[in-house]
């Protein structure tokens, strides 16, 4: 089980570094060869699956959302926590948005699935 409090540290600096729109600040959080799966994948990549894996082929796809979001920001609402941990975070157009993180045993993510609201 994953510790509350270091949950809430880990999912303020997840924000931050979002927020700061530095990509290799970003990928500090996340293996080398970590999945990641979105809606947004299908959108903007054309891959059907929804799901990349490794940094190489994540890096153009948040590349692409940071341009065309250049003021993005997200502000942290909630933080679930089990065997993996759960942002729930506003984005920069007023959406919600849940990421559901699973980490390896050195704290780093190797798994994200995104999940985005419609309203």
């Known amino acids: 089980m994953i510790d509350p409090t270091w949950a809430r540290q880990f999912a303020k600096d997840w924000i931050d570094s979002w927020n700061s729109h530095d990509l290799d600040r970003i990928f500090s959080h996340y293996a080398d060869d970590f999945e990641m799966s979105s809606p947004l994948i299908v959108e903007r990549m054309k891959e059907n699956s929804g799901t990349l894996k490794?940094?190489?082929?994540?890096?153009?796809?948040?590349?692409?959302?940071?341009?065309?979001f250049p003021p993005l920001k997200f502000e942290l609402i909630d933080v679930f926590v089990g065997v993996g941990i759960t942002l729930y975070y506003r984005r920069t157009n007023g959406k919600t948005a849940a990421e559901t993180l699973i980490l390896n045993?050195?704290?780093?993510?190797i798994k994200g699935m995104a999940h985005h609201s419609r309203a």
């Open 54 to 68: 490794g940094k190489a082929a994540i890096r153009p796809y948040w590349q692409i959302g940071l341009d065309a």
């Open 105 to 109: 045993t050195q704290h780093q993510i």
